[in-house]
């Protein structure tokens, strides 16, 4: 073990006018190094003086800003008497929900010099399992968790439903950008079929028949793109904020390959429909076109 922080965990009850809300306090020393804290400009924070540090999601929910007061009344224990403290800083955190104090400010409201119930440790590499196997057989060790483990787990259990949400969105979407682009040009195709029919007598190709229907589906499809980046990019964060919940919250980020990625599906929807709509030029017969009146 190379390094070791206490910690002190008790659970309050917040009240600020009419509005309360559960959560546990967490204690932190003031020379903190295993556990970071970052501010809504995400900048790393110490707490200072004898306030309450609240996240912002919670902040939010109490309608609190730097400065307002609220009272403390604890959930467990001996301990009955509410305390009025003050909020002195709001800081941003997307798993858990819960608000901090200096180890020592947490300890005097509940009438202790300096109380612990847990720890933060920094365990060599490859030594965890052996340390989480010896806290185990300890009678007064309650739980242990190994942070690469949750991690993983997290990564896994919501990459995983992700992936296959994102997959069925995709596809979904693929199914239905191909067959409006495809619909839309078969219409058209049949309201043109003299002219097609009177430029390949003209002369021309197949393929450069057919490019005029794409040249025009692409022309069309960008068109729609520029107005649906923006407007996919609202729905992004309104549902980002959709997910909001008490055990976590995602940020709202969109990387620049995204904008990337969906051009370059849109232009594989519209060749997959031009792919298909040759079919429909090549079985349009010329004789029976040319003969129709307008």
Sequence with gaps: MLRAEPQLLYA??????????ELLITGLPDDLRLFALLDQANQPIHIQGDGLVLMSQTAKELGLQIGDRVTLKPLMGRIERETTVRIDQIVTQY??????????????????????????????????????????????????????????????????????????????????????????????????????????????????????????????????????LPVGTWMCQAMSQAYVTDVYRFPFYISPQTYLYTTLAIFIFVAASNWLSRKRIASIDMVEALKSRE
């Design 12 to 21: 309050f009850e917040l009240k600020h006018n009419w509005k309360r809300k």
């Design 95 to 228: 798993m858990g929900a819960g608000a901090y104090m200096r180890l020592e400010s947490l300890s005097r409201l509940l009438n202790e010099g300096q109380a612990v119930n847990a720890a933060l440790l920094k365990v060599e590499p490859g030594k965890q399992r052996d340390l989480n196997r010896i806290l185990k057989d300890i009678p007064a060790v309650a739980a242990v968790e190994v942070k690469q483990d949750s991690l993983d787990n997290f990564n896994k259990t919501i990459g995983e439903s992700m992936g296959i949400s994102n997959f069925f969105m995709l596809l979904f979407a693929g199914i239905i950008a191909v067959a409006v682009i495809y619909n839309s040009t078969a219409i058209s195709i049949m309201e043109r079929r003299r002219e097609m029919a009177s430029l390949r007598v003209l002369g021309y190709t197949l393929s450069e028949v057919g490019r005029i229907v794409f040249n025009e589906n692409l022309l069309l499809s960008f068109s729609g793109l520029a107005i649906g």
